[in-house]
Structures are given as structure tokens and as C-alpha cells.
């Protein structure tokens, strides 16, 4: 199946007094039409500057996409220029933020703001205003006609990251980069924001590609999963595939890091070690320090076996290695 | 055009700018931070006697722009020049005093004089009330010059970094590092006394504290998340400068203008004293100041002229400084120290 969303071996990198800090080495990943890729991974694995790179958003001056192949819809991306992807940005692709409190200006009405997201891309100002309404009805708004009027500072977290839906389907994009979109709510609130993007997605026929580190996010909405750290994909699959059987050590230390019923009374596992420096990567397997099952290969860098259609993982052990054949 | 109608144009002038600032005021009142600044001026006492004493210097400064064309004189005369002008004593008289001082024969003066009459025997109060408007014109007149220029460099500097920051940066540094007083004075060698030509002079060298300040707001605001956000959904730079930043800087931009216009107040003064300020002819508090520099010495002592021209300034920027520092606890209350 052609894919909307094709990433092939992105690399996007810092310059810092510590010297070059490779925050993103080598990531592919696709996403089908319509459907979502999850990328999981714990904080730092450089899951967010992999979004951020696919809207060429990386931080400047520091930050730069240093080599890679970032295909939308057939076009290689990264040849466009800034100001060519200016019409991508917001009407192809759209992103929600995770901070929902911060990601809205805090002197402009919520009604402006949607507004805004309707006519940079050409839509005229009436219309725009209708449709924000609109729009606003939709992601669950108490009083739709009220908050035009309001300022972010007047609705809550929750009702904050229904308005950004709002305004990233404003345009109705074919695909969505949501980066943790509920870490920041409350555990309630979680659960009805996820659904809603759910739903709309299906709606709209959209694609997402979802940046989070919530496992159990993942399971319900996840058709596919990369799971990342220290800047690469380490394991790819279908996400049934692998919550069944997870083969790469790091895999296997997230699952067995989440309270299950099988395990109620013991404590809960724990991944020791931290991960390694970014701006001086270890030259064989980077989760080598912290891999229960080390072997003497390890020293050098593995591969990421297997196809991209089914299950990739990039470990030495002869036991993740097996499957993918 | 007779003069007579363009001088009755002229007071369009005062009209039109107490337009624009209500119209500002009742727009600012619609929005949840002004709006609720304003509340919280409203009830802190020093701010309401602040706002009541430039009140009254506003109100001064407005009367004396109106005005009308005077066929006999052939001069415009203002509602300040019709109610507050008294004839000249030969010379100086004190406070309320009967007879003029510093004259071998001291003679009857012709009318009372609340703050007595100066050398060439002029009414102080009335000079007092002349520096006014002179005082709010330069004040005015260079903060319209120096808010958009510190606007424009330090949101470009701050924004877009790189060599843009750096050229505009290594301006304000070479700039800072000469002494303002010294340029000042040059400048208004160059160009000539008057009040545009002090503005100029002043709006030049006093740009660098803004836009330093504005830089700086600039580089904080622009790795915000709302600015992210923006750039995700297409907003082009111009935009999300114009429309997105520049909003928020606003409080603080309104405060260090509101601080910086009673510093022009000051500066006027000096320029004045140091004989590079405004011409003699315009009403000014350094002007009569400089005038009253011997004045000390004499026997008996002269004190009404620099006291008046002295407590004229200290009222009008002591009290927006009140308002200033007011303003800012108004407009964000966690910025109070």
C-alpha cells in the first residue's frame, strides 16, 4: 500500500558546547493512510525532535536535520524550503502540542485563534468564523459561542486541548502529529481527549503519527508501533504483534516495568541504568549498559532486522533476530 | 486661509489626541488584562493621586493648545495665555508681595502675583504653567519616536538572531557606550534649538533601553509554545511578530514608556539648563531654571523661580513614576518586588 508518510533513516542533530548531540540517528518509520504509528519511548529518546523534524520546526540556530529522507505523499519534504512547507504546515499535516496551557497565545480570543488557522491557508474571514463555531461544537464545548469570545486563560486544561484539536482539524489535514497530547491532563480527561481524536480521525480519514510514552494509549489506538531510545528505533511492529511478544530487551523492560494482574503483589520491575549521553553515543548496541542479556556482539552496533511491513528489531540476540526472519 | 481659521484648525490637534486616547482607553478596557489592570489602579490610592496630578498637568497642557488667533497682537493666544497672563512688573517681585525687590527704588506692583515675578518682571506661575505643554510635547514627540524604533530592532534582533541581532546589537552597544548628554548636545548643535529638534536628539540616544528589554521579551517569547503552535499551523514570521508577540510585550513596553516619558521630562530640564534645550520664546522649566541660576546669590534671596520651576517637574515626574510603578503591579501583580 502506498504510504502517506514515509521517514527513512532521519537524522537530526544539536550543535552544543558539549559538542555534536545526535538527538535523532537514523529513524525510519511510515504511516499508512488513515491509519496510526505510535512512537514510544521515555523521555529524551528524541521521539518529539523526530515529529518536530517531519514540519522542519527543530530549535534553531542549534538545531539541524543532518541527513534523511522525510517523504509526504510521495514529495520528499526536506527539499522544500521554509517557506514552501509554510503551505504544508497546518492544512497537510497538523500537530497537537502537549502543553495545552502554553500552546495557546494567552492575548488573543480562542475565536481569533481558530480563525487564524482557517485564513493563513486562504479561507475568508466569514466563513473562517463560521466554521470555528462549528468546529468548537465538535471537540465537546460546553458553550461554543461563549468561548469564541473567551481567552485561553478562561477554560481549563481539558477544554484547552479540544480547542487545539479544533484548531489543528481546522483544515482538515491527512495527517496528524499529536506529541503527547494528554500527558499533561488529569487521568480523566485523558481518556475523553484520546477518544475524541479517535473518532474525529475516523471521521475525517485522517492519518496520526502518535508521540507519547502511555503504553496503554498506544493499545487502543495504535495500528503500528516503533518503540524508540537513545535516538534510533529499536523495535517496529504492528502494535498487536507487539504487545504479544515483544523481542527487544528495552521492549520487554517497558512491558515488564507496567503493573499487570499477573504480577499483582511484586514490585514493579525497573530498567536500572540511565540512558547514555546524546552527544557521545556508545559505538556498539547504545542499550547494551542497562541489557540484562549482553552479549559479547553487543560491542558492535546491531542492524535493524526485518521488513518494515511486519516486525524490525535492532538487537544482536539470536532470539529477537529469529522472528524477523 | 485667514489666520484666524487656521489657528481655530490648530486646536484639532488637542481634540484629535484626546479622541485617539479615550478610544484607546474604552478598546484596552474590552481585554481581560487591561481591563482588569485598570480595576486595580483604579483602586490603589497612590495611582489615583497620581492619575488626578497628571490630570491636572494634562489638562493644563491641553488649554494651552487651544486657542485662538489675536488680531492685535498678531500672536496666537490660549485659553492658558486669556486667564492666567499678567501684565510685567519692571522686575522681580516675591510671593504675593506689594512692592518689586532688587531695585534701588522698589515700586507698587500692578497686579498680585501668587508666585511673584521673575528678572524682567514676568508672572512665574504663568511661566510655570507655559513649560507644561512643552514638557509634555517633548515627552510626547520622543516616545513616538523611540517606541518604534526600540519596536522594530529589538523584535528584529530578538526574532530572527543571527547577523540581524548581532548588527543591531553592536549598534545599541557602541551607542550605550557614549555618553547620551554629549550626543545630545552635539545634536542639537547640528541641527539647531527647538522642540523637534530636541526630540530627535533625545528619541536617538534613548532607544537602547527598550529595545534592549524589547530583544530580550523577543528571544523569551519566541521559543514559547504558542509561537511553536503558530509555526505548526503556517503563520508566516511577520505575522506571528506583529500578531502574536508583539501583544504580549505590550505591558511592558506601556510601562517602561510610562517610566521613560517623566526621564524625557527630566532630560528637556537639563537640556534647557545647559543652554541647548528649547528656544526662549517657548515656556520651559529648564529654561527658567537656567535663568534663576545666580538668582540664589542675591540679597535678598530669589527662591520663587527655581522653586516653582523645581516643584513643576518634581510633581509631573514623581507622579508617573507613581503611576509607572502602579501600572506595573497593576498589570502583573507577580512582578512586584
Redesign the interface.
Known amino acids: 500500500m502506498e504510504k502517506l508518510l514515509q521517514v527513512d533513516d532521519l537524522r537530526t542533530w544539536f550543535r552544543t558546547s558539549r559538542g555534536i548531540v545526535k538527538a535523532v540517528d537514523g529513524v525510519s518509520f511510515d504511516v499508512a493512510p488513515g491509519k496510526t504509528r505510535a512512537i514510544v519511548g521515555e523521555s529524551g529518546c528524541g521521539k518529539s525532535i523526530t515529529a518536530l523534524s517531519i514540519l522542519q520546526l527543530v530549535p534553531e540556530p542549534a538545531g539541524y536535520i543532518e541527513s534523511g529522507k522525510i517523504h509526504f505523499g510521495g514529495e520528499d519534504i526536506l527539499e522544500r524550503s521554509w517557506t514552501d512547507m509554510r503551505g504544508l504546515r497546518g492544512r497537510e499535516i497538523a500537530m497537537i502540542f502537549q502543553e495545552p496551557m502554553t500552546s495557546l497565545n494567552p492575548t488573543r480570543t480562542i475565536g481569533w485563534q481558530l480563525s487564524e488557522a482557517m485564513t493563513v491557508h486562504g479561507k475568508d474571514a466569514p466563513a473562517a468564523r463560521a466554521r470555528a463555531l462549528e468546529l468548537l461544537e465538535r471537540v465537546g464545548l460546553r458553550d461554543p459561542n461563549a468561548a469564541l469570545r473567551q481567552y485561553p486563560h478562561e477554560l481549563s486544561g481539558g477544554m484547552r486541548q479540544r480547542v487545539m484539536i479544533a484548531i489543528a482539524l481546522a483544515n482538515r489535514p491527512k495527517l496528524l502529529i499529536a506529541d503527547e497530547p494528554t500527558t499533561a491532563l488529569d487521568v480523566t480527561v485523558q481518556a475523553q481527549i484520546m477518544s475524541l481524536i479517535k473518532e474525529l480521525q475516523d471521521e475525517l480519514g485522517m492519518a496520526m503519527l502518535l508521540i507519547t510514552h502511555d503504553l496503554g494509549i498506544v493499545s487502543e489506538v495504535a495500528h503500528d508501533v516503533s518503540v524508540m531510545y537513545a535516538g534510533q528505533v529499536v523495535e517496529a511492529a504492528p502494535t498487536r504483534d507487539l504487545f504479544h511478544d515483544p523481542r527487544h530487551p528495552y521492549t520487554q523492560g517497558l512491558f515488564a516495568s507496567l503493573p499487570a494482574r499477573n504480577r499483582r503483589g511484586k514490585d514493579l520491575m525497573t530498567l536500572d541504568g540511565i540512558v547514555p549521553d546524546a552527544a557521545n553515543w556508545p559505538t556498539g548496541c547504545r542499550f547494551a549498559e542497562r541489557c540484562a542479556h549482553r552479549l559479547d556482539a553487543c560491542s558492535a552496533p546491531p542492524a535493524l532486522h526485518g521488513s518494515g511491513t511486519h516486525r524490525q528489531v535492532r538487537c544482536h540476540l539470536p532470539s529477537a533476530m529469529e522472528v524477523t526472519k | 486661509m485667514s489666520p484666524t481659521l487656521l489657528h481655530l484648525l490648530y486646536n484639532l490637534s488637542p481634540l484629535a489626541l484626546i479622541g485617539v486616547a479615550v478610544v484607546i482607553f474604552l478598546r484596552a478596557r474590552q481585554?481581560?488584562?487591561w481591563g482588569e489592570a485598570f480595576r486595580r489602579l483604579a483602586r490603589n490610592p497612590s495611582a489615583r493621586v497620581a492619575m488626578a496630578v497628571i490630570g491636572i498637568y494634562a489638562t493644563i497642557g491641553i488649554a494651552d493648545s487651544v486657542g485662538w488667533y489675536d488680531a492685535t497682537t498678531q500672536e496666537r493666544r490660549t485659553v492658558i495665555d486669556a486667564i492666567f497672563e499678567r501684565k510685567p512688573e519692571r522686575t522681580y517681585s516675591a510671593p504675593l508681595a506689594e512692592m518689586t525687590t532688587g531695585e534701588a527704588k522698589p515700586q507698587k506692583i500692578r497686579e498680585k502675583h501668587i508666585l511673584g515675578t521673575d528678572s524682567i518682571g514676568a508672572d512665574v506661575f504663568y511661566r510655570t504653567l507655559k513649560g507644561v505643554r512643552t514638557a509634555f510635547q517633548i515627552g510626547g514627540m520622543t516616545v513616538l519616536i523611540v517606541t518604534p524604533l526600540a519596536l522594530l530592532l529589538g523584535l528584529t534582533a530578538g526574532y530572527y538572531?543571527?547577523w540581524r541581532d548581532d548588527v543591531i546589537t553592536y549598534i545599541y552597544t557602541v551607542l550605550s557606550s557614549v555618553p547620551g548628554i554629549l550626543l545630545q548636545i552635539a545634536m542639537v548643535l547640528v541641527l539647531g534649538k527647538g522642540i523637534i529638534q530636541i526630540c530627535l536628539a533625545l528619541g536617538i540616544t534613548r532607544w537602547v533601553g527598550l529595545c534592549r528589554m524589547v530583544r530580550g521579551e523577543t528571544i523569551k517569547h519566541r521559543?514559547?509554545?504558542?509561537v511553536?503552535?503558530?509555526?505548526?499551523?503556517?503563520?508566516?514570521d511577520m505575522?506571528i511578530l506583529v500578531?502574536?508577540i508583539l501583544?504580549?510585550l505590550?505591558p511592558v513596553v506601556i510601562i517602561s514608556t510610562t517610566l521613560g516619558f517623566s526621564n524625557l521630562v527630566l532630560s528637556e530640564a537639563i537640556l534647557s539648563y545647559l543652554g541647548v534645550g528649547v528656544p526662549d520664546n517657548v515656556g520651559s522649566w529648564g529654561n527658567m531654571i537656567d535663568a534663576a541660576r545666580d538668582e540664589l546669590a542675591r540679597d535678598p534671596v530669589i527662591w520663587w523661580n527655581l522653586t516653582a520651576a523645581t516643584g513643576a517637574i518634581t510633581g509631573l515626574a514623581l507622579s508617573l513614576n507613581l503611576f509607572g510603578d502602579a501600572l506595573r503591579d497593576a498589570v502583573d501583580p507577580r512582578l512586584r518586588s
Open positions: 481585554t481581560p488584562l538572531g543571527k521559543e514559547r509554545e504558542y511553536r503552535s503558530a509555526k505548526a499551523l503556517g503563520v508566516t505575522v500578531r502574536h501583544p504580549n505590550l
